[in-house]
């Protein structure tokens, strides 16, 4: 018996999206709350998250903090990312160009972007639960993370492979 594969639907090729395709994305996403409200749980132990449904080729997270949950300074290698706030508020911090590190809050409906190789960190200052959507292309594999040096400088730390965003590993 042969099978003719040419019937066969293929499946859609992954994409490479930008950050302003990334934000369009978590903008939409955080835009349809009876999509992922119904998901969101809190943890005490840290922050939590779920993977969404997304574009082949790109990893879609709603991650959930509590105060005073966040992440370290890092980078997400050669992914770029954007991530909306959904409810609560955020803080974002970046280093400026003299490696002073600057946070900057931001409100649900804001949207950020994170290139590949800059740095952030995330955190929730604010005593209410905030929820945010993040969008990854290409799929996070590697995270580094950055410490200041004895000299003031920023420096690797340490760098994890990992699927997950944000990973603490």
Not at 10 to 19: D, Y
Not at 145 to 151: E, F, I, K, L
């Amino acid at each position: 018996m042969t099978v003719d594969l040419s019937t066969r639907p293929t499946p859609p090729a992954p994409v490479t999206l930008g950050v302003d395709e990334l934000s369009a994305l978590t903008r939409e996403i955080a835009a349809r709350t009876a999509l992922w409200r119904p998901l969101v749980r809190f943890q005490q132990s840290g922050r939590w998250w779920t993977r969404l449904d997304g574009p082949p080729g790109v990893d879609v997270w709603l991650l959930t903090w509590l105060q005073s949950q966040g992440t370290e300074l890092h980078d997400h290698g050669s992914s770029s990312a954007a991530f909306t706030i959904a409810a609560g508020t955020l803080t974002e911090i970046r280093p400026d160009r003299d490696g002073r590190l600057v946070p900057r809050q931001f409100r649900a409906g804001r949207t950020q972007t994170v290139a590949p190789g800059e740095l952030h960190d995330v955190v929730n200052t604010w005593s209410e639960p905030a929820v945010s959507i993040h969008a990854y292309s290409v799929p996070l594999t590697r995270m580094t993370y950055w410490a200041r040096a004895a000299d003031g400088t920023l420096v690797p730390s340490r760098t994890v492979e990992t699927d997950e965003p944000e990973s603490q590993a």
